[in-house]
């Protein structure tokens, strides 16, 4: 969307601060020896608290209020009481929601406890490939510059991007133009960004794979190839100069 005047503006504003608090919260709550379903619940009643709803479960009939995915999962987990967190585990955590007509999106990957499987490198790059990417957003900018700084970020550290799998506008609904802002870069894209308006940039940096395909459940999505991937996404608004991430608030050890 574009935001064009101060109640627009009050309402991504109020949006945000849901989904980033909600995951900030869920990052800290969850455990090992916890059910992704007790996660679930717990990040629904946060947002229930900010008269939020969740957006997957509003557009998509998804089944959990947040999309929480583990280990070789890669996106859209269903929340599940037999799916139970270990020390060590990669999570992937995206809350999604809708508050007074406006919609905001915000996900991040991170390690349960000790990080016994070394994971922590992959999410450290994820979080800070999508730092860089966002210092670079402003009115103007070319959305295929973007993909390459990804992809290649991601390249200098020996990682993959994956490629069906991408950022989008959001605001006025949970998905909407500009879409397919691509981890790579398309050179048939010649789409810019623009000022005051309202995008949900996101990482997908994987060990392993390049493509996420969809799992027997309908909704998880896996490598094909395997491996494992970590995610990082903010809603942000573009301005003339430095952009505006309204989902600041989940960042705990450091900011963008």
């Known amino acids: 969307m574009s935001v064009n005047n101060e109640n627009e503006l009050t309402g991504m504003q109020r949006v945000s601060q849901a989904v980033a608090c909600t995951l ?36 998509y009939g998804f089944p959990g209020a947040t999309c ?22 990669l999570i992937n955590i995206d809350v999604s929601a809708e508050l007074n007509g406006f919609w905001a999106d915000n996900g991040c990957s991170f390690v349960i406890g000790e990080d016994l499987h070394q994971h922590q490198k992959l999410v450290n790059a994820s979080k800070d490939i999508l ?7 402003k009115g103007g900018v070319k959305i295929s510059d973007i993909g390459l700084l990804i992809e290649s970020e991601a390249k200098k550290r020996g990682y993959k991007v994956i490629k069906n799998l991408a ?7 949970l998905h909407e ?25 996101e990482t997908f940096i994987s060990t392993v794979s390049t493509y996420a395909e969809e799992l027997n459940d309908g909704w998880t999505m896996a490598g094909n190839k395997g491996g494992y991937m970590a995610q990082h996404e903010h809603t942000i608004l573009i301005t003339d100069g430095k952009p505006v991430i309204l989902t600041q608030e989940w960042e705990t050890e450091d900011k963008v």
């Not at 929480?68 to 139970?84: A, L, M, N, Q, Y």
């Not at 730092?131 to 957003?137: E, L, P």
């Open 177 to 201: 133009e500009p879409d397919h802002l691509l981890n790579y870069r398309d050179k048939y894209d010649h789409r810019r960004f623009r000022k005051n308006t309202v995008v949900a940039i």
């Open 131 to 137: 730092k860089k990417a966002i210092s670079r957003i």
């Open 167 to 173: 950022g989008h506008g959001v605001g006025r609904s």
């Open 68 to 89: 929480i995915s583990v280990g070789k999962e890669f996106c859209h987990g269903i929340p599940s009481e037999s799916r139970i967190l270990k020390e060590g585990d």
């Open 24 to 59: 900030k919260a869920m990052k800290a709550y969850a455990c090992a020896g916890m059910t992704t379903k007790e996660l679930d619940d717990y990040g629904a009643e946060i947002l229930s608290e900010f008269g939020a709803q969740s957006a997957p479960a509003l557009t």
